[in-house]
């Protein structure tokens, strides 16, 4: 079947009422489109399951005052050519208009140690606009399952736990960070990058291997770790560190040990751009 | 087929899902228990339209600090009794466990006018303890129509908005207050009154039917129609009015003057119960 292109929520509940009546499960892949060979490994996830739904919709309110809405990166034909090639069926790309109709007044917040650090200091507003908007788009497409990328582990954690409390019909699963060769995580974002600033970027990833290293030989002192990481990238003068953390994976709250599993979250501003990258501690 | 009583999302849901494979159209009324003619005026319109899911819940979200959540109205069997005889197919008891888990702290809130006058500053967190409340019981139930009575005029609203703005795959039915034959809304905070106190409610209804007079007969001045209810209240020495305000039915924001539809709306201290009511207002 070739891939079908909708704009409204309402073309979308027929799309996936038909897909069910077939007996097949829906597998959802939301992005902001600008697809990359992450997004692509979300759908070859949800794709093993069956019928794949993918919308594509830059959504305003996740940006905060003085970020990169305007700017960050539109090509839907490109999107839509990669989705159908990856065997995507259903690409649900609605304007603003769609998702947020005249008077929209609602919001759904996770609140608590989950939306307090590591990101959200920085982006006020953030996780409230991805909240609502996963919310929204979870109601439209109702989904059996919902794919993430761990390189966006805050969010990650933040939907499981949205979807958890409000009872929602469906599983989240989180997928891999998939890499450049040299270690940079994808991103969209990635795209903003000129070429000296590509190249310095790779200090982040090495950052936290390095650590990931120690921690496999014995270190278990969450502040040599965070040491490590921080001389690691101001080694490197095109890159300033926003933060880096170890957390307990599932409060995200800081950590000054590591006892079983524990994550190093990091955020830094190469240029004018805003790179996040995360990977998992486990003591030996 | 006799009710059926669940106490777990995962039975709700089995047998919801049963009844639909059956065809039906599946129908819900959330009540908080302390079931009254009001509650089986909304199943019997969810009757007609095929399965119907009661839940009796009584949320603690929705209650502020010093109001009657320890009091309030509990015979789970005098309950399941009543629904049972209007032919409620399925009964919702979840205890509070069930609906917020530990480490629970996602909320759904309406922002915006609909949550900013009339009972919202009188019951702090109350609107947002309810939208999080329907929002977990509509993502459980999954109905095609969720049944809400009018007597909780902005409570009303409020979930219509959050389930248009959500993108909720329901449809809202707000179903006529049913009164005493006194006039007197029903409300399962009605046997909280003394034999006086019942006596002296009488009035609020009373005067929100006088002021709906005065539209009929050509009173287009809110501000006139206001000092009619206070006149008729103040005349009860057992009554205290709280608010009473003439609004806009959708956006309920207060109006100074009545063109087409606007509503009355009033809170009462009657002894220590708090009693709301409202009326739709036409000029002619």
Redesign the interface.
């Known amino acids: 079947m070739p891939l079908q292109l909708a704009k409204t929520?309402a073309e979308i509940?027929q799309a996936v009422r038909e897909a069910r009546a077939r007996g097949l499960t829906i597998g959802f892949v939301p992005t902001m489109g600008g697809l990359h060979e992450g997004h692509l490994a979300l759908v070859r996830r949800a794709k093993e399951k069956g019928y794949v739904v993918m919308s594509i919709f830059v959504n305003p309110t996740q940006f905060s005052p003085g970020e990169d809405y305007e700017k960050y990166p539109r090509d839907l034909e490109r999107d839509i050519a990669l989705a159908e090639r990856e065997g995507v069926d259903l690409v649900f790309a609605p304007d603003a208009n769609e998702m947020y109709?005249p008077?929209?007044?609602?919001?759904?917040?996770?609140?608590?140690s989950?939306t307090k650090g590591l990101c959200a200091p920085f982006r006020p507003g953030h996780f409230r606009g991805v909240?609502?908007v996963v919310?929204?788009l979870f109601?439209?497409v109702?989904p059996d399952k919902a794919y993430f990328g761990e390189k966006d582990f805050q969010q990650l954690q933040v939907i499981r736990?949205?979807a958890?409390?409000?009872?929602?019909?469906v599983e989240i699963v989180g997928v891999p960070t998939v890499r450049e060769p040299d270690g940079l995580a994808m991103s969209s974002r990635n795209a903003y990058l000129s070429l000296e600033e590509r190249e310095a970027s790779r200090a982040l990833s090495q950052a936290l291997r390095e650590a990931q290293g120690l921690v496999k030989k014995g270190q278990t002192d969450a502040s040599a770790i965070l040491q490590v990481v921080r001389d690691r990238v101001s080694a490197q003068p095109l890159v300033r560190l926003q933060y880096v953390e170890v957390c307990n994976p599932e409060t995200l709250e800081p950590v000054s040990s590591i006892e079983g599993r524990a994550v190093l979250a990091m955020a830094a501003i190469v240029g004018k751009t805003r790179l996040i990258d995360n990977i998992m501690l486990e003591a030996s």
């Open positions: 929520a509940r109709p008077g929209d007044s609602t919001f759904v917040e996770v609140t608590g989950l909240t609502t919310a929204k109601n439209i109702q736990r949205m958890r409390d409000l009872a929602m019909p």
